[in-house]
């Protein structure tokens, strides 16, 4: 079966004055039809970038410098941007992080709804509203009559984000990317906006890839992730593997520092030093500064990411190589 | 009063965000009046803190957490109740009385980015607190005390003439962390210390305070809306929610047994890493404005065990034994367990 999206070697760059940086290296992963990934890291891993780069959508002087992004047989890299117009915000939606920059403050809600539909579609504003009132109820605002003919400010900010998640679903887009779409909400109105985005993700069948810095939240929702460092994937594989038994050491040590109750007071397991400026990654794996079981092969060669003997996950790891290949090693003898 | 570093009775602080006299003027009924408009971020709050403890103060935004350790603090001036610092009162006082407790208190905010005057080096950041509180200090003294404060919070002594953008988040946070740490207080106040950071560095920063804590002797009133950083740094904790305290208890005891409804929606909606999918209570509506309070208790609108006396009566924060206060009508009334 074809994959709804295909992401293979993608490669962005940025071009400066002192040279090209590149913020996404080689970075490859799919998504099937109604399923959900989690892209995961720290700022500067180049997470958002990879949400951009699949709807076409960085700006100079960025570029998309290799690779492909095959959405429903068609490489949306090599796409006029009349054809990508077609796509973006119609069979792709994207949702932000901020409600109040997404939604246009001297515009009624109704206007932006009806403005979206009839931007991909041939529909009277008749119709358009009776499609965008009936998106509202779905996203559990209440008497959403009197809501459409409202502006952004008159919203609160959990609100304002369903309305964010309506208009992103009013063309019934295959494909919603959420680029951390509760990091500037509070805790209970994250949980309401969370199970929303799971609840109509599964009754409508559509593909989500969530961006976002917070494992928890991923792991409620996805049922993959991929892990990113320094613009590319260390580890990606099912939620519960990477969560229950997570193999990169970039990995291991983002779960390690999140406090989890179990030993208040004690020290918390750091990660030392930063994630690396796009400016100087340092050669071989990039991680290879920050990592406790690094080798010499760490600091010369960048590791792929592949399977490993006996995990279902995918890791970019010399030294899960060399283990495995001591197993391997066991295992003939 | 012994065995309390603070102590908070009753503070209110209210602002007035009317404006000018025109904006204060509205129509009702056919005629103008002069309305004021009043936040009301912090009502009667009343806590203690005892030496060499953390509490926490956790809400969501607009709970007021902030209000009330800046007006703790002495940066905005209180509009009723009392503040003892061991046993003197120090709110009220001159910029001159409060002086000698300034020394003592000390706060490190939230967005390193924002908090560190960009145009003096780190050195001078540093300095500047030690040498206005005391002055007799030698040049080389305060150099001295400098380095050695930066070594403890882990930046390099030789990057002294560096400027904070020279820095990363982490490494300023570290260094405003030093900037408190300069005048040797016995209490800092933190807020939302690490939410602008990356986990991997949110981790290195707690490490950090939690080491200076011990060697110290520090006591620390932490500010934050992550409930897991809570959980892991604090002795006891305190929940807030439109400008009143809700719930008071140690830390172990709240996240066993949550009491106050709020406490309980709250915690609920913390995302679980190993429990996927957990269930979490949903509360109706949302939080109305500090600016029109409800009467009665502030959270009986969205309450599942409201009842009328909820509508009318403000709860008060009663002691519930173990040191666990808690300020709700169900409970004291044994309807909610």
């Known amino acids: 079966m074809n994959h709804l999206l295909e992401v293979k070697d993608l490669e962005v760059k940025f071009g400066l004055r002192m040279g090209d940086l590149t913020a996404i290296n080689g970075v490859s992963f799919t998504l099937d039809r109604g399923e959900r990934l989690g892209l995961v890291g720290e700022s500067g891993a180049g997470k958002s970038v990879t949400g951009f780069a699949i709807i076409n959508l960085i700006s100079k ?30 069979l792709i939606s994207m949702i932000f992080q901020d409600p109040m920059m997404t939604l246009n403050p001297v515009l009624t809600i109704g206007t932006q709804m009806v403005e979206t ?38 919203f609160s900010g959990g609100m304002r984000q369903r309305i964010v998640i309506a208009i992103a679903l009013l063309t019934d887009p295959a494909l919603v990317i959420a680029d951390e779409p509760t990091t500037a909400l509070d805790v209970t109105i994250q949980a309401e906006i969370m199970d929303l985005l799971l609840e109509l993700c599964e009754s409508e069948g559509t593909g989500l890839i969530l ?80 990592c406790m079981i690094r080798g010499d092969i760490c600091r010369r060669e960048s590791p792929a ?27 003939a003898k | 009063m012994k065995n309390r570093l603070i102590d908070i009775k009753n503070l209110v602080k209210h602002f007035d965000i009317s404006g000018g006299l025109l904006e204060q003027m509205a129509l009702r009924n056919g005629r103008i ?34 209000t009330l350790a800046r007006a703790l603090l002495g940066l905005y001036p209180p509009d009723g109740g009392e503040i003892y610092y061991r046993d003197d009162r120090i709110d ?76 990363s988040g982490g490494q300023r946070q570290r260094i405003s962390i030093a900037r408190a740490l300069m005048v040797d207080p016995e209490f800092v106040v933190a807020d939302e210390p690490v939410s602008a950071l990356d986990v991997s560095v949110q981790a290195q920063i707690l490490n950090l305070l939690m080491d200076a804590q011990e060697q110290r002797g520090l006591t620390y009133m932490f500010i934050t809306h992550d409930l897991s950083v809570v959980r892991h740094i604090s002795s006891r904790v305190m929940v807030m929610y439109l400008g009143r305290v809700c719930e008071l208890a140690p830390t172990a005891n709240l ?8 406490t309980r929606a709250l915690l609920s909606a913390i995302p679980d890493l190993y429990d996927h999918r957990h269930k979490y209570i949903k509360l109706k509506g949302e939080v109305p404005t500090p600016i029109d309070l409800p009467p009665g208790c502030v959270f009986h609108g969205r309450c599942p065990h409201t009842n009328e006396r909820c509508s ?21 009334e044994g309807r909610l367990k």
Not at chain 1, 229 to 243: F, L, N, P, R, S
Not at chain 2, 45 to 66: D, Q, R
Request: charged share 20%; hydrophobic share 35%.
């Open chain 1, 61 to 90: 002087p960025g570029y998309i410098s290799g690779g492909s992004v095959i959405f429903d047989n068609r490489d949306l890299t090599r796409l006029t941007d009349e054809g990508m117009r077609h796509i973006r915000g119609n």
């Open chain 1, 117 to 154: 539909l009839q931007a991909h579609m041939d529909i009277s504003r008749k119709n358009a509203e009776g499609i965008a009132l009936k998106k509202l109820r779905k996203v559990h605002i209440p008497s959403p009559e009197k809501r459409l003919k409202q502006y952004p400010h008159e």
């Open chain 1, 211 to 290: 961006i976002t810095h917070d494992l928890a939240v991923v792991s409620q929702v996805t049922q993959k992730i991929a892990v990113m460092y320094a613009g590319k994937i260390v580890e990606a594989g099912q939620t519960e593997d990477i969560i229950d038994n997570p193999l990169h050491p970039y990995t291991q040590g983002l779960i390690k520092a999140l406090p989890d109750g179990s030993n208040p007071g004690t020290r918390l397991n750091q990660i030392p030093g930063v994630m690396p400026s796009l400016i100087d990654i340092p050669p071989g794996c990039a991680f290879h500064p920050r």
């Open chain 1, 305 to 331: 990411l592949r399977e490993i003997y006996g995990y279902r996950s995918m890791v970019a790891c010399h030294m899960l190589d060399a283990a495995e290949k001591q197993a391997g090693a066991n295992v």
């Open chain 2, 33 to 66: 009046v002069r309305e004021r408009t009043v936040v009301k971020a912090v009502n009667d709050v009343s806590l203690f803190i005892h030496p060499g403890e953390t509490l926490s103060v956790v809400g969501e935004s607009g709970c007021g957490k902030s």
């Open chain 2, 92 to 167: 009220g006082l001159t910029q001159q009385q409060m002086l000698p407790y300034r020394a003592k208190m000390q706060m490190i905010f939230q967005d390193p980015y924002a908090s560190l005057n960009p145009r003096m080096t780190v050195q001078q950041t540093l300095e500047e607190p030690i040498v206005f509180h005391n002055p007799s200090l030698s040049g080389s003294e305060v150099k001295e005390r400098v380095a050695g404060i930066m070594k403890q919070v882990g930046v390099d002594p030789k990057w002294v003439d560096r400027y904070p953008h020279e820095f």
């Open chain 2, 255 to 262: 996240f066993e047994s949550p009491r106050h409804p709020y």
């Open chain 2, 312 to 332: 009318r009566e403000i709860p008060a924060l009663n002691h519930q034994g173990q040191g666990v206060y808690v300020a709700c009508h169900a409970i004291e």
